[in-house]
């Protein structure tokens, strides 16, 4: 997904040693942060049945 967006215009923000990517519209109104998550590592949204 990254690939597309850095095609389609949008800049990375990303800051070394920062452990997620942030990318930005050329227009800069609109940001994406992109999380690595580890898996096994329960989600704060995740229901508590799911965990």
């Known amino acids: 997904m ?3 967006l850095l095609a389609a215009g949008w ?4 800051v070394p ?5 942030l990318l930005e ?3 800069q109104q609109r940001r994406l ?4 998550r580890l898996a096994g590592a329960a ?5 508590a049945a799911a965990r």
């Open 2 to 4: 990254t690939e597309y």
């Open 11 to 14: 800049s990375n923000r990303s």
């Open 17 to 21: 040693g920062y452990p997620h990517v």
């Open 25 to 27: 519209i050329p227009d």
């Open 33 to 36: 942060t992109l999380e690595l």
């Open 43 to 47: 989600s704060a949204d995740a229901p």
